[in-house]
């Protein structure tokens, strides 16, 4: 079992900057992959982009360049960097993760609210 803790929403004006973390029980280099979704109010949960074991990061076109995934092995923990953000980043952020036996698991989300 892995649990997954985010921190680190809030409420920022549009341009501004937040910084998530993914705290996992586990150590994260147990774990394959890593991602990060989201799920804007009355809408699914979509992909934000990933981060592999080695340290590839994918992103989908709408934060390329405005957003980072990184990690520190040292601290288990996953971070997703948000810079520039607009209105249309709102929505509950979750943290994912993929063991090499296929199990999934998600955290409990947390709240993004970009907002004037």
């Known amino acids: 079992q892995v649990q997954l803790v985010e921190s680190g929403g809030g409420l920022v004006q549009p341009g501004g900057s937040l910084r998530l973390s993914c705290a996992a029980s586990v150590s994260i280099f147990s774990i394959s992959f890593m991602g990060w979704y989201r799920q804007a109010p009355g809408k699914q949960r979509d992909l934000v982009g990933t981060i592999t074991s080695g340290g590839t990061t994918t992103y989908v076109d709408s934060v390329k360049g405005r957003f980072t995934i990184s990690r520190d092995n040292a601290k288990n923990t996953v971070y997703l960097q948000m810079n520039s953000l607009k209105p249309e980043d709102t929505g509950v952020y979750y943290c994912?993760?993929?063991?090499?036996?296929?199990?999934?698991?998600w955290g409990q989300g947390t709240q993004v609210t970009v907002s004037s």
């Open positions: 994912y993760a993929r063991l090499p036996s296929g199990r999934q698991f």
